[in-house]
């Protein structure tokens, strides 16, 4: 198969590289964003769209229309602790349209993405087209190459955005090195029913579990945190003991945990990694989000992270990318110098501030985390929290694009365009 040169190719349609593809085509870039898999069905993955993702949707003129998708709004996020309760972050104050966090699939949040890309010419999604190689000339990385189930296939270009996750391609080619990195604990996912008008709190932690419990209308998605590399001694007492030690921190879910989980088929253990590049670039490549930098789940901040480098990236690499330039070096470094301070706060947080909240095989359990002690004593901190998760140490926002309005169509509503 034959493909055109475009201007930009990015590897991965998660948040960071659908966003990026949607913001550089609304600037009159040509982008192909290339996707390994056929859809974007997956489950068990982040669904928490925090303000700082909802600001962007709306200076895109899309807020509306996404929160007209089926969601859940928390305004505040609540914690059942051994200590009692407490409130992890409260959202009402937040300045702006969005003072609360918006729980939807990632897969609907995506596939909005991608449809919202679609209105402008510039913007491709392939999918089923995974990428197995970076092509370089004299140093400077000037395309890729992919495959389909049919068809091999090479794509040049100005630049390549590596958004293809933690374990991304430019990772693993040693083309860009991993500076540091940490592997905190393990998470095992499952959906059981809802118990009938019991009204679960989202978090719930106590000394050696932490259990999140999304409500995804008729059923819960559960994330139950375990110690690294745990899985093996959890299976090898049975799933009887496992449902049991559920059931004791949730007793209203037992008869759903006994009639709904019937094999470890029915779990899904997920390794949770947190790290970051030395470097986010190099001529002709620049990586944003998890393969940039590993986020945890802890406060659901990868998605927005994620997607606000990729306003970032967007807004400093538009100019040059429109005139049909390669970005600097420079530029390119411009974008790890803008989103590094916020993502280190955030790691630092998950690791030092939330790391006593989960179970650890390397210490033991404590049911008076840090955490939980200082937002019992400290009256404004879930203010502070949700500024934070939810607003970011330093928001970005997405370009006007005044003379992009004169060459493609309007902001309408996506369905009409469908
Ligand atoms: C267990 C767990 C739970 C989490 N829960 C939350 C949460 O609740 N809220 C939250 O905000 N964050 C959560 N996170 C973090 C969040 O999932 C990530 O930070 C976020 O998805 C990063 O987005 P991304 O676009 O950078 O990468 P990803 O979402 O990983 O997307 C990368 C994409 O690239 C594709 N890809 C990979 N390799 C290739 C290739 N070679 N060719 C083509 N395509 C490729 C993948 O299929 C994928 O679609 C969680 C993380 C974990 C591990």
New binding site residues.
């Given amino acids: 198969m034959t493909i055109d040169p475009v201007e930009v190719c990015v590897?991965?349609?998660?948040?960071?590289?659908?966003?990026a593809g949607l913001l550089l085509a609304r600037s009159g870039v040509n982008v192909l964003v290339?996707?390994?898999?056929p859809d974007?069905l997956?489950d068990?993955?982040?669904?928490?769209?925090?303000p700082s993702t909802l600001r962007a949707m709306d200076e895109l003129g899309l807020a509306d229309e996404f929160l007209a998708l089926p969601h859940v709004e928390l305004p505040q996020l609540p914690m059942a602790t051994a200590m009692g309760p407490v409130i992890f972050a409260d959202f009402r104050k937040l300045p702006g349209r969005f003072p609360f966090v918006a729980f939807m699939p990632?897969w609907d949040v995506?596939n909005f993405l991608a449809d919202a890309g679609r209105r402008y010419p510039g913007f491709r999604l392939l999918q089923e087209?995974?990428?197995?190689d970076l092509i370089q000339q004299d140093g400077v990385v000037v395309g890729v190459r992919?495959h389909t189930p049919d068809e091999q296939f090479e794509v040049r270009c100005n630049l390549v955005i590596a958004?293809?996750?933690?374990?991304?391609?430019a990772r693993g080619s040693g083309l860009l090195e991993v500076a540091a990195g940490v592997a905190p604990m393990d998470?095992l996912?499952f959906r059981v029913g809802k118990p009938d008008g019991d009204r679960l709190p989202t978090v719930r932690s106590g000394n050696g579990f932490f259990i999140?419990c999304?409500d995804r209308g008729d059923y819960l998605q559960v994330?139950y945190m375990i110690p690294k590399g745990g899985f093996g001694t959890i299976k090898s007492a049975g799933l009887g003991a496992f449902r049991t030690e559920l059931a004791a921190i949730y007793p209203s879910l037992t008869a759903h945990l006994d009639a709904e989980i019937h094999s470890w088929d029915d779990i899904k253990p997920?390794?949770?990694?947190v790290d970051r590049l030395r470097r986010w670039y190099r001529p002709g490549l620049v990586a944003?989000?998890?393969?940039?930098h590993?986020?945890?789940?802890a406060?659901?901040?990868?998605?927005?992270?994620?997607v606000q480098?990729?306003v970032a990236a967007a807004r400093i690499l538009a100019p040059t990318l429109t005139a049909g330039r390669r970005p600097t070096v420079a530029e390119l470094r411009e974008i790890q110098r803008r989103r590094q301070f916020p993502m280190r706060v955030v790691q630092f947080a998950q690791l030092r501030l939330l790391s006593d909240l989960y179970p650890n095989a390397g210490r033991p359990g404590t049911d008076k985390p840090l955490l939980v002690r200082l937002l019992r004593r400290v009256p404004g901190l879930p203010h502070v929290v949700a500024r934070i998760i939810g607003l970011g140490i330093r928001p970005e926002h997405v370009p006007p694009t005044a003379h992009i309005a004169e060459t493609y169509p309007a902001p309408t509503k996506l369905r009409e365009n469908q």
């Avoid at 290339?34 to 898999?37: A, G």
């Avoid at 087209?129 to 197995?132: G, H, N, Q, R």
């Avoid at 944003?288 to 940039?292: L, S, V």
């Avoid at 590993?294 to 789940?297: F, K, L, V």
Wanted: charged share 20%; net charge negative.
């Fill in positions: 590897v991965g349609g998660g948040p960071a590289g659908l966003m290339l996707e390994k898999h974007f997956r068990f993955r982040g669904d928490t769209v925090h990632q995506l087209a995974e990428v197995t992919a958004a293809d996750g933690r374990n991304s391609l998470v996912w999140v999304i994330a997920l390794d949770v990694r944003i989000g998890d393969a940039a590993a986020m945890s789940p406060g659901g901040v990868g998605i927005n992270l994620a480098d990729a």
